[in-house]
């Protein structure tokens, strides 16, 4: 695996930031610290998880929190600032508003899961049987897209906010898949 750099990490960040007409937060020394979080959990998972929370290790488990997280467009939209305060918007940024502090939205059975799969003590994959596997993390995948422009995500839950056109979570639809066989 190909070493990730600081300068990785922040170029991405500012990069979805001004994609998505966001800043990143104006206080040097924080800003260092969450991107260095980012940077960490992407060396140990091999993917970002937000730095302010807990991840699992369990992509399928941790698919909402990857940065940008699930729930950071609801929440610079009602708060200015993301969970982890990241991401901020432009009165945050420029000091006209106070950083603020922002509830967290991931429900609590997620995080639920996640501590418990975090818990869990790592054994071989060989010693584990399917069903102790099963045992501890039941994840049922599904097929949503959005109704508004068709974006097709597979996941538990459908996402809080399309991350193409913004819509709402309440505008995507399950995908139902049926296969049969004949022959």
Known sequence: MTPITMEQTRKRAESDAKT???????????????????????ERYSYPSCPCRLASGNLDLDR?????????????AQYGSCYCRLYVNKEVYEGKKELPSVPERRPIDKQAKAFQAASMPKQPQ????KEETEEFVQIMPKLW???????????EEPPYVCPIC????????????KVEFTG
């Open 145 to 155: 897209y959005c109704k508004q422009c068709g974006y097709v995500v597979y996941r």
């Open 20 to 42: 998505f007409g966001y800043y990143l937060i104006n206080d040097p020394q924080l800003l260092q610290g969450l991107l260095e979080g980012l940077k960490t959990n992407e």
């Open 64 to 76: 909402d929190i990857i940065c940008p997280c699930d729930y950071r467009d609801p929440d610079v």
């Open 166 to 177: 913004k819509a709402k979570r309440e505008m995507f639809a399950e995908i139902k898949v």
């Open 126 to 129: 060989a010693t584990q049987t």
